[in-house]
């Protein structure tokens, strides 16, 4: 079992809804990252968190260490959004990062 | 600031030659790293430094080496390039030696087939 899961796989949605990506990891952590990586292939870092909740524009993220869980959250979804969003964590302790498989998000006009 | 940089974009290689993958960043950063990025897996670490003369593995490291001469530069060797190592290649970096609890900044990416 990976130590970073994200859900869902892939999720298709229509212009202007409302977007959730969820990812849980079963390590303590002493960060968790969330990056998108365009159609193109560049990897761009969104939010890092260690509590709490953070707001960047239409994105959110928010984290609950309790539950080993976070979550980013697309308000008013653009077919800009479309691309693949990565959650990563940094293992407590340690000095890399664990990324998840991905969450290829469309969004349709 | 140009970020960070990575060469080439492109690369096709035969089975046994080897490479150099370039990555150099402009912001002073101190933790610099490398992933291979695979169709159906996340990225995976290959190596990574915390400052000029520093370098360790990371979870897939056999295959590559590097080093780190300058804060600029972390150049990812492949010695016998092998049909397994076709992956697309990225460079990231990040601003203190603590590396992966700040914000990572990533190059645009090196596409490799080895035939």
């Known amino acids: 079992k990976n130590e970073v899961e994200q859900s869902p796989q892939n999720l298709t949605a229509q212009e202007g809804e409302f977007i959730t990506i969820n990812c849980s990891y079963s390590?303590?952590?002493?960060?968790l990252h969330w990056l998108q990586q365009h159609p193109g292939g560049g990897i761009v870092s969104l939010f890092m968190l260690s509590s709490g909740k953070k707001k960047h524009g239409r994105l959110i993220a928010t984290i609950n260490i309790q539950e080993k869980h976070s979550s980013l959250h697309i308000t008013a979804s653009h077919p800009r959004d479309s691309a693949v969003y990565i959650c990563?964590?940094?293992?407590?302790?340690?000095?890399?990062?664990?990324f998840g498989e991905g969450t290829q998000l469309t969004v349709n006009p | 600031n140009a970020g960070v940089t990575q060469t080439p974009k492109f690369q096709v290689l035969k089975t046994g030659q080897s490479m150099t993958l370039q990555c150099a960043q402009d912001m002073n950063h101190e933790y610099m790293s490398w992933y291979r990025q695979d169709p159906g897996m996340g990225l995976r670490l290959i190596h990574y430094?915390?400052?000029?003369?520093?370098?360790d593995q990371g979870e897939v490291p056999n295959g590559y080496n590097v080093s780190r001469s300058t804060t600029e530069d972390f150049p990812l060797r492949l010695l016998s390039a092998a049909p397994s190592q076709t992956s697309v290649y990225f460079c990231?970096?990040?601003?203190?030696?603590?590396?992966?609890?700040?914000?990572?900044?990533f190059g645009p990416g090196t596409r490799l087939t080895v035939l």
């Open positions: 390590v303590g952590i002493s960060a």
């Open positions: 990231a970096s990040s601003y203190s030696w603590r590396g992966t609890t700040d914000t990572q900044y």
């Open positions: 430094s915390v400052g000029a003369g520093i370098t």
């Open positions: 990563a964590v940094t293992i407590r302790g340690g000095s890399r990062l664990t």
